[in-house]
């Protein structure tokens, strides 16, 4: 986006400032300049990327775009760029060193963001995305890649005003990417236990500007760091954007997501024999290896398949009235079997 500035008579002021006092009065034409264009870049917006690592607006605070110190409730942002820098590959891990907000309780888990927020577990009533509830019922739910969001913000105390029921330490609002100008981006890469993956991010603007369109997505598969876990996923996001002028846009949002992966169990193991060497009588018998999978590989799955599609409509009237329309529509299958280990 480029703001657009034009200044005219204030510089030809200026201009005269700098004449002798007689060659002031002796002037009788005024001297009209041509309007002077200054383009630059935006920077930050309520949905757009963050600029640097601390936004300036948001819209989960008032569902309006807001500046974050206009907003009377605490809420954080984690834009694009501080997910990058702390090489998070799941959302719960980007709000590892977000105030109030407590995740991955359990350790990892490669199907479930866990979230609590001010100490009440958000996973299930806390987390919507674009504004809109995902339902979420202990591990049946909606899995959000975090290569697909732009930016996560954590809306704390609560916020059954704007949103209805919900969870009461607060809510995690993702805010999906969405058409931004043109985007040509593509990742690769692979871990020291043998997982690959490709990432990618291609958008543009059509020749008159008024549709824009954007597709980004993420495959992943290969082994993990515990024994016989390994499998592959991989999501979809396309959308597009019709903006016909100033007053009016309509964002159409769509995601398809498919997991298929053998896991490791829940391994609630003991402290004594898991960080510390076991020692009884004197004997040593040192550590489980952290490598080790203690469920049944051979019945052992989780398959998900998931969609989604929606939009997003604005439109401002003559008197400065906006009217705004969003909905979603979601659906997601997922089986699993898996042994956990409870000694």
Known sequence: MNRICRMKPLLAGAAFALIPPMTAFAQQNDVQLEPVVVEGETGDSATGPVDGVVAKETKTGSKTATKLTEIPQSVSV???????????????ESLRYTAGVFTQPFGPDSDTNWIFIRGFQA??????????QLFS???????????????????????SVLYGGSNPGGIVNYVSKRPDGR????????????RVYLGFDIGDIAGDGVVSY???GRVAGGDTYSDLQDGWRGFISPSITWQPDEQTRLTVLANFSHIDENHNGGNFLPYIGTVVDR???????GRIDPDANFTEPGIDLYKREQGSIGYE???????????????????????????????
């Open 214 to 216: 954007r597709v980004n």
């Open 183 to 194: 985007q040509r981006y593509v990742e690769t890469g692979v871990n020291d236990a043998g």
């Open 78 to 92: 984690i834009g694009r760029q501080e997910i990058d820098d702390q090489g998070a590959q799941k959302i719960d």
């Open 137 to 159: 019922y202990g591990f049946g739910g909606f899995y959000v890649d975090s290569f697909g969001i732009e930016r996560i913000e954590v809306l704390k105390g609560p916020a």
């Open 279 to 285: 020692v009884v009588d004197g004997v040593n018998y």
């Open 313 to 343: 409509f604005e439109h401002t009237l003559d008197n400065d009235w906006t009217v705004r329309s969003n909905t979603r529509f979601g659906a997601a299958s997922i089986d699993e079997v898996s042994v956990y280990p409870n000694g």
């Open 123 to 132: 996973t299930d009533t806390g987390i919507y995305m674009d504004g809109l």
